[in-house]
């Protein structure tokens, strides 16, 4: 099957697995939580595009308050603008030029276009590509707070700013960071602590810059986990999250959702029962991802995802193509069952999916394609 269509409900069973269905009805339910939560806080609320990939998606968080959307890369911000979607920030050093180009196009289109910088050798190819079109490009500093990643360390922040400030075809209007579930340099559960000092770092660094005459409009901060603490400090402007939309099993596991918020789930077959207290599923590494691995710190979760009504079965291994999961010798799975997993990572299991199924309520599955999905450039 090719291009977006609908199925019956009564058609669910007939789907062909392995494949990703989507809740609408608990979509719309967390979009409107978190951005409740945000206003109430007198923050704005910027989702990251990374989890849903979807324009619609976009478009349906837009339409309940958020300022904008965040993506990854330039190849991302290209598909929600062809959209309509206007106000994106790509949270991410761009460098080569020809993705330098790519940005100064879509911001000469009429969109606002604001990209990451955390170096002075970024800010130099910035300045040269905007330069060349008698463009100017906004910018935010990405700040390092602790997570080791991108971003410039709190103390070298003042003298980079006050270097980009002063170049031509660059706006300097905010700063910000990602952080994570990080707690005095360790992985932790207590995000509330967690959003707290990344808020804290992150305004204390923009008033330290404003101090230093740099003039800071945005404080752009947070991730699901962290985003409702983060947006109570003041001085924070901005919060980032993304996977709230559709929430997953590390988001249950933090303890900011219950699995029965999460509206995604992989739809997988039993395709053999090679023993009593095994089963396997036609999905494996191709389908659910890896990339948060079980019995890791600070959640020590078990298995690669929670198995839809039988909290006793663990998803313990996955080839390419199978996913062997542990049961109870008495259960009573049988070859052609379905079976529905909540992943442990609902982003990048999105990214494995060429199409997804939105489940919404008016009786009927809607398949489409997840636009933005492998867009690495």
């Known amino acids: 099957m090719n291009g977006n269509l609908n199925v019956s409900l009564d058609d669910v069973g007939m789907l062909e697995t392995p494949c990703l269905v989507i809740d609408g009805m608990r979509v719309g339910a967390n979009v409107s939580a978190m951005q409740e939560k945000i206003n109430s806080l007198g923050v704005k609320l910027r989702p990251h595009a990374k989890t849903h990939k979807l324009p619609e998606m976009a478009i349906r968080q837009l339409a309940a308050g958020a300022v904008g959307i965040t993506v990854a890369k330039i190849s991302e911000a290209e598909v929600m603008a062809g959209s309509g979607i206007r106000d994106i920030f790509v949270a991410y050093p761009v460098i080569a030029k020809s993705k330098l180009e790519r940005a100064v196009r879509l911001s000469l289109l009429g969109n606002r276009i604001i990209i990451g910088v955390e170096s002075l050798e970024g800010a130099m190819r910035i300045s040269e590509a905007a330069a060349r079109e008698g463009a100017e490009l906004e910018v935010r500093l990405e700040l390092d707070t602790g997570l080791k990643r991108t971003g410039v360390t709190v103390d070298k922040a003042v003298p980079l700013a006050k270097q980009i400030s002063g170049m031509k075809g660059i706006r300097l209007s905010g ?38 005459g740099i003039a800071i409009e945005d404080v752009s901060v947070g991730s699901s986990p962290t985003a409702a603490a983060a947006a109570e400090v003041e001085g924070v402007t901005e919060v980032r999250p993304g996977t709230y939309i559709y929430q997953d099993r590390m988001q249950a596991a933090y303890g900011v959702c219950a699995l029965e918020d999460c509206a995604g789930a992989v739809h997988a077959t039993v395709v053999s029962r090679p023993s009593d207290d095994l089963i396997i599923i036609d999905g494996g590494s191709k389908t659910f991802a890896t990339d948060v691995q079980p019995d890791q710190s600070p959640l020590f979760l078990k298995g690669f995802g929670s198995i839809v009504g039988d909290p006793d079965a663990v998803l313990v291994r996955m080839n390419e193509e199978h996913g062997m999961i542990q049961v109870r010798p008495n259960s009573a799975y049988r070859v052609g069952d379905v079976i529905r997993v909540i992943p442990n990572h609902i982003c990048s299991t999105v990214n494995l999916h060429n199409f997804i199924y939105i489940k ?18």
């Open 360 to 377: 919404e309520s008016a009786g009927v599955l809607r398949r489409m394609a997840v636009a933005a999905r492998g867009m690495l450039e």
């Open 175 to 212: 700063i910000f960071t990602y952080r994570g579930a990080i707690l005095a340099g360790e992985s932790t559960l207590d995000v509330r602590s967690a959003g707290l000092e990344e808020g804290r770092l992150t305004a204390d660094a923009a008033k330290a810059l404003r101090s230093a």
